[in-house]
């Protein structure tokens, strides 16, 4: 069966938004993102794996809590679901292609609308699944990952994984399933599971500690179906503190990492982090990136950025060149995302209502993220960071420091130390001194 792809432009006016290099007063061009250019023996295109986010970009309608959609789309017109979500598609290819952004990533539900039979909602994924194939087949475009919207039908009002009703937990499941053999099938690289309403309300009527139980029962669910059915990819927990549940579950990193490693997930699972759940956590975004480096489940990023006056995901695209510079360097120096990419998990203002508007914040967010890149490869060639934090511990290096470190002292070592050592000199931070030292290479 031939699969016919659509021919229509829908970004007209905008050609390949090429690099054209600091200089350039062309606002459709690229100022830092040079996808061939070497960085630490890597193309900036291999090093960033940047991906654009279906549901924002093709599907997000700019409606708040106060007011309906502002941004509409031409592929959103006709009424049979298949009909409007091929349209979708080839506009999403399209946009994609143009913005040389070599990965998308979906849900189930920002690829084709689902209805209340389960089986139905299986042809349809499927048939887009065929669809998808194909579009990726003719523009080399990727899937970063997959996931499955388990938070806005109304029967996930509860939780889904999580919820108390059983029933519910199997549409979770069928729900992971589908979109499981749309990944696989379209050759993922990636599973990500965000959990929205995997938490609770209010702990009158939670009994917590099950439905963590279930959560973790339903991921090794996942991944026991997906390695049978050839999957060799990371899963993806992505952490969020809060919003649109009171509590949830994965509230930041270092719970994340918890969590896999008391129900022994880890082999299988990494960490999708997105920057402004690091600021709703109250944590900067390289505390987060560091916490999962650390752990060695630095998978791959959201990119974003939220607001320091208000206190939601506002999701905005990343324009903060200090606090991605600070990012690259754990990345860095990390060695890279372990299968992931950068997914920008961001959405333009709901007044940005402009075709154009959509090329300029996806084209602000990729050059931020490139200069980062470029400005964090020379602060780690200068060496003076890492040598300061070196000489730091030094005196853990060797004598009864490294004893310490190696676990040779008893606690009765360290009290006859203190005697005999008496009061410690006082020694810097040095924290204005380091921060103006980063700020010489912004
Ligand atoms: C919500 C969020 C999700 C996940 C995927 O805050 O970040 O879009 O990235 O479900
Ligand atoms: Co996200």
């Known amino acids: 069966m031939g699969i016919l792809l659509g021919d229509r432009e829908y970004f007209k006016g905008v050609g390949k938004i090429a690099y054209e290099g600091p200089e350039t007063d062309n606002p459709l061009a690229f100022r830092w993102y040079d996808e061939n250019r070497i960085i630490v023996g890597k193309s900036m295109k291999e090093h960033l794996r940047f991906a654009i986010a279906y549901w924002h970009t093709f599907v997000g309608s700019g409606l708040d809590p106060f007011g309906g959609p502002t941004q509409f789309y031409p592929w959103d017109e006709k009424s049979d679901p298949i009909d409007r979500a091929k349209d979708k598609a080839d506009a999403a290819f399209e946009f994609i292609t143009k913005m040389g952004a070599p990965y998308y990533c979906f849900h189930d539900l920002d690829v084709i609308d689902y209805a209340d039979e389960v089986r139905t909602n299986e042809k349809r994924i499927q048939t887009m699944t065929d669809y998808l194939g194909a579009k990726q087949k003719e523009s080399g475009v990727k899937l970063l990952w997959g996931t499955a919207n388990l938070f806005s039908h109304h029967r996930y009002m509860n939780g889904a994984s999580t919820n108390p009703d059983f029933?519910?937990?199997?549409?979770?499941?069928?729900?992971?399933?589908?979109?499981?053999?749309?990944?696989?099938?379209?050759?993922?690289?990636?599973?990500?599971?965000?959990?929205?309403?995997?938490?609770?309300?209010?702990?009158?009527?939670?009994?917590?500690?099950?439905?963590?139980?279930?959560?973790?029962?339903?991921?090794?669910?996942?991944?026991?179906?997906?390695?049978?059915?050839?999957?060799?990819?990371?899963?993806?927990?992505?952490?969020?503190?809060?919003?649109?549940?009171?509590?949830?579950?994965?509230?930041?990193?270092?719970?994340?990492?918890?969590?896999?490693?008391?129900?022994?997930?880890?082999?299988?699972?990494?960490?999708?982090?997105?920057?402004?759940?690091?600021?709703?956590?109250?944590?900067t975004f390289d505390h987060e990136l560091q916490v999962a480096a650390d752990a060695g489940v630095l998978g791959s990023i959201d990119a974003n950025r939220g607001d320091y006056q208000n206190g939601w995901d506002t999701d905005q695209f990343p324009n903060d060149l200090m606090e991605w510079t600070q990012a690259m360097m754990v990345i860095l120096k990390a060695g890279g995302l372990a299968g992931g990419g950068i997914n920008f998990d961001a959405k333009r203002r709901r007044n940005s209502t402009d075709m154009e508007d959509i090329f300029y914040a996806h084209i602000g967010g990729m050059d931020t993220v490139a200069r980062a890149l470029v400005i964090a490869d020379k602060v780690i060639q200068h060496g003076e960071f890492d040598k300061i934090r070196t000489e730091r511990y030094a005196s853990f290096d060797s004598g009864k420091g490294a004893d310490y470190e190696a676990g040779k002292l008893q606690l009765e070592d360290l009290f006859q130390m203190a005697v005999d050592g008496g009061e410690p000199t006082m020694i810097s931070g040095r924290q204005e001194y380091l921060e103006n030292l980063l700020a010489r290479f912004i």
């Open 167 to 283: 029933q519910v937990v199997t549409h979770a499941g069928a729900q992971v399933k589908m979109a499981l053999d749309a990944t696989i099938a379209l050759g993922g690289e990636n599973y990500v599971f965000w959990g929205g309403r995997e938490g609770y309300m209010t702990l009158l009527n939670t009994d917590m500690k099950r439905e963590q139980e279930h959560f973790a029962q339903m991921l090794k669910m996942a991944v026991a179906y997906a390695r049978k059915n050839g999957f060799k990819g990371k899963f993806f927990i992505e952490p969020k503190p809060m919003e649109p549940t009171k509590h949830q579950y994965d509230y930041d990193c270092a719970t994340v990492i918890g969590f896999l490693r008391q129900f022994d997930l880890l082999d299988d699972f990494a960490i999708n982090i997105e920057v402004n759940h690091a600021t709703l956590a109250g944590h």
